[in-house]
């Protein structure tokens, strides 16, 4: 067996922060979640319907591995990323991080996974590996999938070749950090500032303020637009609440951010982005709780009313980024 001996396998709440943490902890470097995801400005809104679709996809984030890479440009963090169509090359890269010490990251579908609660294809999960015998492989996910767990090594070939939406050519990464990091605390400001022109100005009404917008009309046609509504509309809610898709997760990640910035920096505008993601990130869960029920009962009147909330979450929303884009250093 081949593992790496000293992983410090904290599973958190999201993904790629619980991955990108596994890495940086390994390399000296200890930050929070909520501050890795937001030094990596990772918020962001996508409403994502098409017709080869089986029901829409909200997502509260940017897309799988943007985070990776903004946070590795802020930081100066050497980033080597590997794809290809070889499963065989995808392995041996993933071997020659390892038996070199190293924990990797890879990004794979989660549907093929042993230990995955909610059997629902997603290609953009990442997770970090650290070691692997004859058997198993040895990963560590977030805490509600069991922080260090074990998976097939038929299993993982399987999720590492899945092609779908968000799915990466058998990805895998590592970290490596340089020996004059740059502060954290001086990135922040960068972070933020970058974070909401994105939200702020989306190049498509589906991202953004604009898709939050855009959600809670389109979310009033849920019933007609599920094959089953009752499968599909609390399948939704699901991902929303604890996979964090479109829902409160990303928002209370960024909440936490936020508060963890105040105690660095003394700025009212941060203090408004705080004060209105504090807000937002306890409206989340009720669009969810709406969703659900209307997929049980058929009532459309719970949908109108979680389009209305979404309504005021765009507004709140793009106030909270107005706010904290004229932060400065």
Not at 2 to 18: F, L, N, S
């Amino acid at each position: 067996m081949t593992k790496v001996m000293d992983i410090d396998a904290r599973g958190t709440q999201h993904c790629e922060t619980t991955a990108l943490g596994v890495l940086l902890r390994h390399q000296g470097l200890d930050l929070s979640e909520p501050m890795l995801f937001g030094l990596g400005s990772g918020l962001s809104f996508v409403y994502w319907d098409s017709k080869n679709m089986g029901f829409p996809f909200l997502g509260g984030r940017s897309k799988p591995f943007d985070l990776t890479k903004n946070l590795a440009d802020r930081l100066q963090l050497e980033l080597l990323a590997q794809e290809t169509t070889s499963p065989r090359k995808a392995w041996l890269n993933v071997l020659a991080s390892l038996d070199a010490g190293h924990p990797v990251g890879l990004q794979l579908d989660s549907y093929y996974l042993d230990y995955f609660g909610s059997k629902v294809h997603f290609g953009g999960h990442i997770v970090a590996m650290y070691g692997y015998d004859g058997h198993k492989a040895y990963l560590v996910d977030t805490d509600q999938q069991g922080g260090a767990v074990s998976t097939s090594l038929t299993s993982l070939a399987q999720a590492r070749a899945a092609r779908g939406p968000m799915a990466a050519k058998h990805r895998s990464f590592t970290l490596t950090a340089p020996a004059n990091l740059p502060s954290p605390q001086g990135q922040i400001v960068p972070a933020i500032t970058a974070c909401a022109d994105a939200f702020l100005h989306p190049p498509i009404a589906n991202l953004g303020h604009r898709g939050i917008e855009k959600a809670g009309k389109l979310v009033r046609t849920w019933l007609q637009r599920a094959d089953v509504p009752q499968r599909d509309l609390p399948q939704a809610a699901l991902l929303m609440e604890k996979a964090g898709t479109g829902g409160a997760l990303f928002r209370n990640l960024y909440r936490d951010f936020l508060a963890e910035c105040t105690g660095l920096l003394d700025s009212s505008h941060l203090r408004t982005g705080h004060t209105l993601y504090t807000e937002a990130a306890a409206l989340w869960p009720e669009v969810a709780a709406l969703i659900k029920k209307a997929g049980e009962s058929g009532e459309t009147q719970l949908l109108v009313q979680a389009g209305t909330i979404l309504g005021d979450l765009s507004r709140m929303e793009r106030e909270a980024m107005q706010a904290l884009s004229r932060i400065e250093a």
